[in-house]
């Protein structure tokens, strides 16, 4: 194919986008469709990711208490089976913190001038609130035995983790991840059926003159070649409403409704370019071009 026939190429592939407006209307309607399903459930997996990962720290924290009859002495007897707990070969332990009795007292004390009223008649000495240890660990593949071993330092009852947690927000990912593949791969198929039916009908209108340009011997890439432009435009077109569509449904949808119910700051929109907008140009220009492609194909052997 010669270079000088590149823009009449072009053209003819415009004029089958323009000829065919129902079906190609469809294709991109669809095609749509698929890429807001991606660009959703990506931008949500990615939050839940980064939400994840602030609170890693809060959620690599368990919170061990001590009973407030127990005296001093069995508080420093307990402190030291920890240490010696977190010193221990293999020991999953990076780090742990004491809040005193005290601090809790003062602290509680600090929200509000109506507790601090309150809690004006406690001391060291009838302080009802327990110590507690804030330990943190490195990861959860060994966060069972750790928790057994300090159950059988704190008790059953005095060990507060957040393991399930993070199990929880695990599996949401998991599953989002996994429901949001399946529906972009059944609108991607959809997709290339709706495109290929669109090509279609152009090449049958076509069908004898292909077989003219065939026969004088018009190369391949020729023929095929304005087919493969509509797929593009068809795919371009997309993109372009597919990236529109999905900056006003994340700012003006998902931002608010998780404002509205959950106090989570969101990744900025901003942060999601150029990675949206080149896998919606790669997700319609596959399905443009494979679609025009296999729809062409079998109308070239003459």
């Keep these: 194919m010669k270079l000088r026939n590149v823009p009449h190429l072009i053209g003819q592939g415009f004029i089958s986008f323009w000829r065919n407006g129902v079906m190609t209307t469809a294709a ?10 991606l660009g959703s459930f990506y931008t949500v997996v990615d939050n839940l990711n980064h ?14 208490y001590v009973n407030a009859k127990v005296s001093e002495e069995d508080v420093a007897e307990i402190e030291k ?5 977190m010193n221990s070969d293999g020991s999953n332990i990076v ?20 507790l601090k009223q ?9 302080n009802p609130l327990p110590e507690t240890f804030n330990i943190k660990y490195k990861d959860f593949d060994g966060v069972q035995k750790l928790l057994r071993d300090l159950e059988e330092i704190f008790g059953a009852d005095n060990i507060k983790s957040r393991v399930d947690t993070y199990e929880s927000l695990k599996e949401l990912r998991s599953t989002a991840t996994m429901v949001g593949f399946w529906l972009m791969a059944l609108l991607l198929v959809v997709a290339v059926l709706v495109i290929m039916n669109t090509v279609k009908l152009t090449v049958y209108a076509r069908r004898k003159d292909i077989a ?12 095929v070649s304005p087919f493969i432009v509509e ?9 372009i409403i597919s990236c529109g569509l999905q900056y006003y449904l994340y700012t003006g949808v998902i931002v608010d409704i998780v404002e509205d119910y959950a106090a989570i700051d969101l990744v900025p929109a901003m942060d ?3 990675i949206v907008p080149l896998a919606f140009l790669a997700i319609g220009l596959f399905a443009g071009v494979v679609a025009s492609a296999v729809s062409v194909k079998k109308h070239l052997d003459v």
């Design 118 to 126: 309150i809690l004006e008649k406690y001391n060291e000495t009838n």
């Design 231 to 239: 797929g593009i435009i068809i795919g371009i077109v997309s993109t």
């Design 272 to 274: 999601y370019f150029p």
């Design 51 to 64: 939400f994840i990962d602030e609170q890693m720290d809060e959620i690599k924290t368990i919170n061990a």
């Design 212 to 223: 003219i340009m065939r026969y004088i011997g018009a190369t391949s890439a020729f023929v």
């Design 28 to 37: 991109i309607l669809i095609l749509i469709c698929c890429m807001l399903v």
């Design 81 to 85: 089976k920890l240490v010696d707990l």
């Design 95 to 114: 780090s742990y913190e004491r809040f005193t009795k005290q601090q809790a007292l003062e602290e509680m004390a600090s929200k509000s001038e109506d």
